[in-house]
């Protein structure tokens, strides 16, 4: 049975308690923010541009070693590949990259927690939340990921 994009769009605004409404027809406001009738598709202005710098590197590790999960800056700039171990997570913050790597020993904890890290840390350090988050388990082949091979060239 095909539902039309009528019907679909009324069954969603039913299923969201009144949080959506369904609209037939695009007003004034719809084309002002795509930048016009004909006009081009304006930029998000409410969303902040990512740098397009790369970073110099900063590394963080994730563990609950002690007890409690912590993140704990481990070193900035002069990074090498001997830094990360089998035991935790770490994060990479590569200016306009992130990259978690995951340890073959790492907690299940540690494990859970890696993805949250990096988006509460985008978060707290004012960068856009669309920031590429890359997830590397240890082990894995890392010859594709420039920004890493730059950060860890030795």
């Known amino acids: 049975m095909l539902l039309s994009l009528g019907t679909v769009a009324s069954n969603m605004e039913q299923s969201r308690n009144g949080k959506s409404k369904v609209l037939m027809s695009v007003d004034e406001a719809f084309w002002t923010a795509l930048g016009g009738d004909m006009g081009p598709i ?9 740098s397009e710098a790369f970073g110099e590197g900063i590394l963080y ?5 002690s007890g409690k999960l912590m993140c704990t800056e481990i070193g900035r700039g002069d990074l090498r590949k ?3 171990g089998s035991d935790d997570v770490y994060m990479l ?3 306009i990259e992130i990259f978690m790597y995951v340890g073959k020993r790492a907690s299940n904890a540690e494990r ?4 949250g ?13 669309g920031t590429p988050i890359h997830v ?6 890392v010859s ?11």
């Open 144 to 154: 594709k990921l420039d920004h890493w091979k730059k950060v860890f060239a030795n």
């Open 117 to 129: 890290t990096a988006i509460s840390y985008l978060a707290h350090q004012d960068k856009p939340l």
């Open 42 to 50: 304006a930029d998000d202005a409410a969303e902040p541009k990512a």
């Open 136 to 141: 590397i388990k240890e082990g894995q082949d």
């Open 61 to 65: 590790k994730l563990s609950d070693n």
């Open 82 to 84: 001997n830094m990360l």
């Open 112 to 115: 859970k927690n890696a993805m």
């Open 93 to 95: 913050d590569a200016g």
